[in-house]
């Protein structure tokens, strides 16, 4: 059984087809990376696999639920999603709130943008703490989320996302607009995740290569709505097919399990 399955998928919006024939299978404990050009359906896709929408052809099966038969909420709670597009936490609110960043992570548990007090025993608050230690985060755990930086707050969502321990994480290009030090810290936290966790499944979004954790084990392309290529990272992530995808010609190169993109 595959932790995520989509079969002949199509995603229509009024006058818009943005999702195409798509066919992909995610096995459990796999670490898949989704590549593609600005609007080439990676978040729709992601989307659908997360069980935040429907597709309007086709099947998606998640953890062995299909979409259509099975209450969204309930699967949602098995799966981490963390996603500068699609915000799933009021985070202005926690902000106002002046909610520390334990708290945030604390919501994860009740998947709610406000703290829901009396549903948080020891057992939670401890587990907040442990996972904003694996996190590489634990001495953020009294301060305000209001004034942590972008680095801090990257690796708090993760944290928060990890609270319910989801089967999947999808991660929604999670190192956007992180400065070099602090995107390394998220990678590397990244990989711990996948290294500690044998049966966690992780879906990262990004547009950079040198973004890639070391422990991703497949990736998918995506162009113009379609899956351009996918299988095993390595016969996926080569000049020739990233060329195809992005339109011009570039090179790859991987060094110390990373990899790295520069024009061709
Ligand atoms: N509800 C909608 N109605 C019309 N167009 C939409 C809708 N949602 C998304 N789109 C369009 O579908 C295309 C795919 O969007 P999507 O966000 O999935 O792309 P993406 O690959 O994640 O892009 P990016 O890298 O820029 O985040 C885009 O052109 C977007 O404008």
């Excluded at 006058?15 to 359906?41: C, F, I, K, S």
Aim: aromatic residues 4%; negative net charge; contains cysteine.
């Amino acid at each position: 059984m595959y932790a995520l399955e989509l079969t002949g998928v199509t995603v229509n919006v009024v006058g818009r087809t943005l999702l195409a024939g798509v066919d992909w299978q995610v096995g459990y404990g796999e670490h898949w990376v989704v590549l593609g050009p600005n609007g080439a359906g990676k978040t729709t896709m992601l989307s659908l696999a997360a069980a935040v929408r429907h597709p309007s052809e086709g099947t998606v099966t998640v953890l062995g639920h299909r979409l259509g038969r099975v209450d969204m909420r309930e699967l949602r709670r098995h799966l981490g999603l963390v996603s500068a597009s699609q915000h799933l936490i009021d985070e202005e609110l926690l902000e106002e709130e002046g909610a520390t960043a334990h708290t945030v992570v604390l919501t994860g548990h009740t998947g709610t943008s406000a703290p829901l007090w009396d549903r948080y025993g020891p057992a939670e608050r401890e587990r907040a703490t442990r996972m904003l230690a694996d996190l590489g985060c634990k001495e953020l755990g009294e301060r305000p989320f209001r004034v942590c930086s972008q680095g801090e707050r990257a690796r708090i969502r993760v944290a928060r996302a990890l609270m319910p321990e989801p089967s999947v994480i999808f991660l929604d290009e999670p190192f956007a607009g992180l400065d070099l030090p602090a995107r390394e810290d998220l990678i590397e936290a990244v990989e711990e995740l996948a290294g500690n966790r044998p049966m966690l499944t992780t879906v990262t979004v990004t547009h950079h290569l040198e973004e890639i954790p070391a422990t991703t084990t497949h990736a998918l392309l995506m162009k113009d709505g379609r899956v351009l290529a996918q299988g095993e990272v390595e016969q996926v992530l080569t000049g020739e097919l990233l060329s195809e995808c992005f339109g011009r010609p570039l090179r790859v190169e991987r060094d110390g399990g990373r990899w790295y993109g520069r024009r061709g």
